[in-house]
Structure formats: C-alpha cells, structure tokens
C-alpha cells in the first residue's frame, strides 16, 4: 500500500531496486533519517562511492554527464510547452487524421496476457502513454503493472507528476538522461519511447541503453513522428514535411545495436509516425 503525504505521491522505497548510481553504476539508498518512511518526498540518494543525488517531490534527480548544447536546446522547448504540451498534441488529431491517445493504446499489443511486467517510458513527457495504458484496461488488471518513466525535462515531469496523482496511478519518475539510463541492466519486460528520438545527438548510444535496460527475451519499442514510403511522395506529404521538417525523419534502423533480435518496423497514424520494435 502507497504512503501519501499530504496528498501526494513520494519516492517510493521499492523503486531503489532497480535504480543505480549514473555515474559509477553502483546501487544507491535513501539518507537514514527517512529509514521508517514507505514513501519519501524531500531527501537525497547516495551509493557507496558517495555520490550525492536529490530527491525533491518525490522524484530522484540521476542526470549524468550534463547535456550538451544540441540536446539542452530541445529540452529548453519542452520546458516551455510543458504545460500546453498535451493541449498541443492534439492538433495533430485534425491535422494529420488520427486520434493520438487512441494511437497510444497500441502498447498494449505487447503487454503479456496475464503475466506480470515491468515497463519503463523512455521521455516519458506527460504520462499520456501509460495513461492511454490504463484507459485501455481501464483500470482492470493495473495491479500487475509496475510502471516506471524516465525524462530529462522536469517541466513535463511536474506535468505527469499532477496528472499521476489526478488519477491515482501507481508510477515512479525519474529525472534521467536516456543516453545514461540510471537503472539497473536487465530491469524491465517493455521499454517504450515516443515522441522524441529524432531529436538526439547520439541515436546510437540512446538505443543501446534502452536495450541493456531491457530483460532478456524483452522489447523496445520506438515511436516517432517520420513519413511513409508513400505518405513522403504524396501532396499531404510534402505540406506535412514543410509545415514540420521532424516528420522528414527517417526510421533509426542504421543505429540499432549490432544483437538485437526480430527487428520489426511499422508505419502508424496514417502512414505518419514510424514504429520500430526489437527484441533482446
């Protein structure tokens, strides 16, 4: 059962399992004066080496190396939009013909039927994805869940954190960088990402630690916003194209780790969006 102090949801003990220090890999644990607390809001990490690392409402901050200019300039932005960001997400509904939080539901093609399973959201942004999870089972079977997200913008984390709490879900969130994910290898059945890859500076390094995170026998999956073969060379294509040039992306196939498994790709959302899924 979740302790929540003052109405809100802390850090909770059982999310240090998984968790390690980013920069020298060990396990990390909470300062002794929160020792009797299920659930922990204000504090810091530190693991044996003695690195030091916050905790402030609830969410650990594990960022290692600091970001370099090109990525610091994107998550600038999403700092900004983060409170219109869902509202902004919405335009792509009309525009491009689909209805995104539906599309979102296409996690659940990779859930196990009964088993339970451990997923992390790689940028998770605002939790729409493991809201459009929980809308899907809606809110039968939650319990077999353990739901975990992952961002480098506190902005849209806070936005997630406040709708989390809305809606009662049980979700751990970190303050992370995904090309030094702060989990442990081999943590997670699904890791997920959406909505942002194009935009790295090292594609390659991002893909790799989403792939040591994941189990053995696991998935990754890859959405984000890149044209079809077809949808590139037609009209709505091309003023897609020129309106926003992220859908001119291509699928990051080339930059897949050498030994991942059952490389699957997709195009989604109308031949908009790329979706690519492998297996470790």
Known sequence: MLLLIGGK???????????????????????????????????????EKGHIWKVEDGIPSLVFPSVSSKDAKWIAQYEEMAESYDDLVKQYDDWLGIDMMKERERIVRFV??????????????????????????????????????????????????????KRSLDISLVHGNVFNIPYKNNSF??????????????IGLALNEMLRVVRSGGIVVVVD????????????GKEIIRTNSLFAARPPIAYLPEKVKDVEMNYIMNGTFYEVVFRK
């Open 9 to 47: 949801r802390g850090l909770k003990k059982p999310l240090l399992k998984v968790l390690r220090c980013p920069k020298c890999q060990r396990s990390l644990f909470i300062s002794e004066n929160n020792a009797n607390l299920n659930e922990i809001h204000e504090t810091t990490l530190a693991c």
């Open 112 to 165: 196990p039927i009964e088993a339970p399973v451990k997923i992390l959201d790689v940028s998770i942004g605002t939790a729409a994805t493991f809201i459009a999870l929980y809308n899907a089972f809606q809110g039968k079977q939650m319990e077999r869940f353990n739901l975990h997200g992952l961002d480098l913008s506190l902005g849209m984390l806070k936005v997630a954190k406040q709708k989390i709490e």
């Open 189 to 202: 059945n699904i890791v997920y990402h959406s909505g942002g890859i194009n935009t790295f500076s090292d």
């Open 225 to 236: 916003e890149g044209l079809s073969p077809d949808m590139r060379e037609s009209e709505k």
